[in-house]
């Protein structure tokens, strides 16, 4: 008998870093091309925080949100899962990302009950206090963030970890970012009650 198929989920990929270049943005793309190849049941797709105006309330009109606002609180609410890549800057998450994080807690929040996992690439300890930050504010926004495999990546140390054209190369590295994918995938399912 043929074991049943895994049910698909979707996972929303938000970069916190509106650099093209971005090591982290690197990383989102590595893990949506194992996800989709690698990982049974799982959809990553990309969701751009860049057009997204600076939160100001007075943009609501009417119980709406500005078009770009309304289109990426779409997406987060018909997502199963959130994959940050979060950048640390001074020691907490990028500017951009808070920015998107507000404006889908705005009423109704569409953040809540969904599972999250966070990756980040840097020097030093590798973007580790902005997870910390992230993680803090998720507990407001009724996120679950995956407590294990964290997943820190010091850029700067070698052997190098991504060619020249921000490709992720190094095959230990991959490894990780599965593990932190199926992970997700699992407490994606044990939330919705499917596993």
Known sequence: MEAAAKPIIKVAALC???RKGSYNRSLLRSAIQIGNESV???QIEYIDIAPLP????DLEVGGTYPPAVEAFRQKILEADSILFASPEYNYSVTGPLKN???WASRPPNVWADKAAAIVSAGGGFGGGRSQYHL???GVFLDLHFINKPEFFLNVFQPPAKFDSDGTLTDVATQEK???VLLALQAFTLRLQGKC
């Open 16 to 18: 916190g870093s509106l």
């Open 40 to 42: 049974n049941g799982m």
């Open 135 to 137: 993680r803090q504010i």
């Open 54 to 57: 600076m939160l100001n309330t």
């Open 177 to 179: 970012l599965k593990e």
């Open 100 to 102: 998107a994080i507000d």
